[in-house]
């Protein structure tokens, strides 16, 4: 069975400054990973999505993810976050021809 | 405008109504989903259409009854439902059940709290 961690429940962190979101799963064969976003009051947002080959993967407003096989990990990053990061996000592995999701982590962006 | 829209966006109920939740999209994609999201809890998949055809009911009470009457439209009927129901409903489409590389589309959402 393929299920996800994200280990984070909150993240507050600073304008400007860099975050990781970090996400794990547990798969025993190969995976399709995905990172979604939620604003306040709207549905979910395909931030990016590992399919397969680079294991960098770049995605929309600055974001990126690694795919770490060994390490069964796909942390997002950004290098610098604005106030209007400020939103739930979600890891997601594909499970039986469906996305399976983890419980979210809320990203916090103080002035 | 994501492709997937949903009406009502929010939608106040007594216990003893009955209501439906719309869904609609013109992607061109033959799945559907309906996820709940509670506060605290992980996103719930609660059924999944593909060709129009039911593929998944993930043990939701009968007081929610899906409907598919084509691959574009989605609907959630709902009835005599209680206090702990209320929470956004999403609905999701993809290419279709079992393109795993897509991921999907989402609507915005139904916000629904019952009194």
């Known amino acids: 069975a393929q299920s996800v961690t994200q280990l984070d429940s909150q993240v507050p962190v600073f304008e400007e400054a860099p975050v990781e979101l970090r996400c794990n799963y547990s798969?025993?064969?190969?995976?399709?990973l995905f990172w979604y976003v939620q604003y306040p009051n709207q549905g979910l947002q395909l931030l990016l999505k590992?399919?397969?080959?680079?294991?960098l993967v770049k995605g929309i407003n600055g974001f990126e993810a690694e795919f770490n096989k060994s390490q069964t990990s796909f942390h997002l990053r950004k290098p610098s976050v604005h106030i209007s990061d400020t939103a739930e996000y979600f890891c997601a592995v594909s499970r039986s021809e469906k996305l399976v999701f983890g419980k979210g982590t809320k990203l916090t962006v103080n002035p | 405008e994501t492709g997937v829209t949903q009406t009502p966006r929010h939608l106040v109920m007594g216990m003893t109504n009955k209501k439906s939740l719309k869904c609609e999209q013109h992607?061109?994609?033959?799945?559907m989903y309906w996820y709940k999201q509670s506060a605290k809890k992980p996103l719930e998949l609660m059924f999944v259409y593909n060709f129009k055809e039911q593929t998944e009911n993930n043990s939701v009470p009968s007081r929610f009854s899906p409907e598919c009457p084509n691959s574009s439209h989605l609907f959630l009927h709902l009835h005599t439902l209680q206090p702990e129901d209320s929470a956004l409903y999403l609905c999701a489409s993809s290419t279709g059940f079992g393109d795993r590389g897509y991921g999907y589309t989402f609507g915005s959402g139904t916000r629904l709290t019952v009194v």
């Open positions: 992607l061109g994609h033959n799945a």
């Open positions: 798969s025993s064969v190969s995976v399709y």
């Open positions: 590992y399919l397969s080959g680079s294991t």
